[in-house]
Nanobody, 124 residues
C-alpha cells in the first residue's frame, strides 16, 4: 500500500529555515501529484503547496508564497518543502499527501493518501 513518511520538522527561531521531506513508497511516485498541508493549534488543516507529477507545475497558499518552495526528486521517490523566513504563525503539524492524478490541487479531498505529519514550531 502507499506509504508517506514526513521528516525534517523541529524547533526554529523566527526568520529561520527548515526543509521537510516526504518519502513515498508503494506505487510509482513519478506518476502522481503531491501536496503539503498543515494544521495549526486550534485550527482546521489547510493547504500549503502542491506539485505536479513532473515538478513543472506548482501552486502555493498566499500565506507562504515567496517563502516556501515545493520540489520533488522522482528518482528518490521524495518530495520536499523548503521553508524560509519562518514566522510563529507557521507553527503547525505539516502533512504530506498524495493524489491519484498527475495534476496539482489545493483541495484536501483530492488527496487519498496522507502521512502522519511532522511538527514545526517557530519561536518568536
Amino acid at each position: 500500500q502507499v506509504q508517506l513518511v514526513e521528516s525534517g520538522g523541529g524547533l526554529v527561531q523566527a526568520g529561520g529555515s527548515l526543509r521537510l521531506s516526504c518519502a513515498a513508497s508503494g506505487r510509482t511516485f513519478s506518476n502522481y501529484a503531491m501536496g503539503w498541508f498543515r494544521r495549526a493549534p486550534g485550527k482546521e488543516r489547510e493547504f500549503v503547496a502542491t506539485i505536479s507529477w513532473s515538478g513543472r507545475g506548482t501552486d502555493y497558499a498566499a500565506s507562504v508564497k515567496g517563502r516556501f518552495t515545493i520540489s520533488r526528486d522522482n528518482a528518490k521517490n521524495t518530495m520536499y518543502l523548503q521553508m524560509n523566513g519562518l514566522k510563529p504563525e507557521d507553527t503547525a503539524v505539516y502533512y504530506c499527501a498524495g493524489r491519484n492524478s498527475p495534476f496539482t490541487s489545493g483541495e484536501q479531498v483530492a488527496y487519498p493518501y496522507w502521512g502522519q505529519g511532522t511538527q514545526v514550531t517557530v519561536s518568536s
